[in-house]
């Protein structure tokens, strides 16, 4: 059955006009106050709804338990489930992920998809965010809503600043960046400028988000609220983490870009469609 109606909801403009052509953000906002929702008998059948769709795998879940859908959605991990390269030379993926886009910064270019480009500048609004990552390179990492949700730390890092750019709400699946130009430059989004300890080398980070993701959680940020409450804004920072280390996390599924300076190279590992895990190898480091 679950494979039937998989194959059903997969059919290109059926896909497209259920999770697009729809009120997004209102349907995003409810989503973020019913997850939260600890009725039992609401909890255990949106549970049951999400894993029968979204082919959930909880074997890595620190948690067996859980008293909402949301708290399932944003499960912690077991001790020891995701080995992180050890190589001071590599910067690994922030989070699992299908890989989609990745390639080199052209003059400030990069792409979504084949033949949906956009620029640094549309996606990041800031020149001077832009610029160390001229001519460098960039990966797509894409969340699907049955995967852990958190995100760590590539390298042992210090956050400078984190920005807030609100936005609307499209799917990030393949279907709709084959349709939406520039769909990540019209999402709400987080850049988190970075810096490694290795050689002061700049990475920036882009969690992105998307239909019915209630929001992008950074506690080192605020403990409490999600990025979307103090309105957009630059916030300056100086939190570090080790490499591995959980720096926050989607209430569903989304999108994180990760752009590198020049002389940064992708692995060998990284090819478009296969998956990832939080802590493999992702760029070796100039």
């Known amino acids: 059955m679950r494979d039937l109606v998989t194959r059903i909801l997969a059919t290109e403009d059926l896909n497209f006009l259920l999770t697009n052509r729809i009120p997004r953000l209102a349907l995003t906002r409810f989503m973020g106050w019913f997850s939260k929702v600890e009725h039992p008998l609401v909890r255990s059948a949106s549970i049951g709804l999400w894993r029968f769709f979204c082919d959930v795998d909880m074997r890595d879940s620190r948690d067996t338990e859980f008293r909402s859908l949301h708290a399932a959605f944003i499960r912690p991990l077991r001790a020891g489930a995701r080995p992180v390269d050890p190589d001071p030379a590599i910067a690994t993926s922030p989070c699992d992920a299908i890989i989609g886009a990745h390639g080199r910064i052209e003059a400030g270019g990069l792409h979504q998809i084949k033949g949906f480009p956009y620029t640094l500048h549309d996606l990041l609004g800031d020149d001077a965010d832009a ?12 969340l699907t809503a049955g995967m852990y ?10 956050v400078e600043r984190v920005r807030y750019i609100s936005g609307d709400t499209w799917n990030v699946n393949p279907i709709a960046l084959k349709r939406i130009e520039k769909l990540f430059c ?3 989004r987080a850049p988190i400028s970075v810096r490694l300890d290795r050689g002061g080398v700049p990475l920036m980070l882009v969690p992105v988000a998307a239909v019915l993701v209630a929001s992008i959680r950074l ?24 490499k591995g280390e959980e720096m926050g996390w989607f209430e569903h ?12 190279v992708l692995c060998e590992n990284v090819v478009e469609g296969r998956g990832i895990r939080m802590g493999e190898p992702l760029f070796r480091l100039p």
């Open 131 to 142: 610029a160390p990552f001229l001519d460098g390179g960039f990966v797509t990492l894409r």
């Open 149 to 158: 949700h958190r995100f760590h730390a590539p390298h042992d890092l210090t």
């Open 186 to 188: 019209r999402n709400e």
């Open 219 to 242: 506690p080192f940020l605020d403990p409490v609220k999600d990025v979307r409450s103090g309105g957009e804004r630059a916030v300056p920072c100086h939190a570090h983490f080790t």
């Open 253 to 264: 599924g989304s999108t994180i870009l990760v752009l590198a300076p020049p002389g940064a």
